[in-house]
């Protein structure tokens, strides 16, 4: 009953207005892309992130501390689950880098409504898709950004298509079966080991419908989506990113917690080798 309580509270944020269908899912997933900012700081900080529903939604939902892949696509899930849509966990490999053989190291959701499959994620920070990717339709448009989907036997592979700019991969995704299990041992990776990209780096982004928003380390952009402008500056001080992160990203991150991050992000760049 906690957890029935606790989607409720989430779904009632969202202040959703569809009832059913692909058009409520797909005005969940852009109102959580809103409301809810994709962020590393705590993974950053280097906090044990749980992953059991009741202190997975006190600390995204309650306490709006933002969060990666397997926060937020697990409290989608489970809120897709609970209004009756037949879905699954996947997982998927990140390909920014180009490397096939990068882990699986991204959750996201399946979703199977009116006989078609849908590919259903709030948790790939900056270049989330706002709307769920049909996975037989092999272009989809989303105001700039137009997004290809290839399905080959058991995986599906997104790319991301933008005018001027060369077609980006963002994941393979294996439609093989997933346990809780899987992604507790993904997530524990992604959020402890020394190495992990969210443990070094501090990424913060949120999209709504005209603008996307990114803070990277020491760098702030501004996608204007609407008039294709761009702007960018640079993190020169904590107040400034302390004003970023609670009125730009919506965040309540303890503010300890911030300077604690800031202040590796600062060691982190001096410390970095200068090319020569």
Known sequence: MELEANINQYLNSLSLQHLAGIELVTELQQKHLAHYAFSSINAMYGERLLLDPLPLFERLVDHKQGGYCFEHN???FLALQQLGFSVRPVLARVMLNGNPANPRSHRMTVLQLDGEQYLVDAGFGVKSPRLPLNINQALTIQGRQTYQVQTAENTVKVTLLEEGEAPLTLYHVDLAEVFESDCEVAHFYS??????AFVNNLVVSRITDCHRYLLRNQRYFEWHECDGSVTEQEIE????LEQLVRETFLLDTPQDIVKSVYDKVLTRAANKPVDR
């Open 191 to 196: 959020h402890q080991h020394p190495d992990a």
């Open 74 to 76: 697990k409290v989608l």
């Open 237 to 240: 001080s904590f107040a400034q």
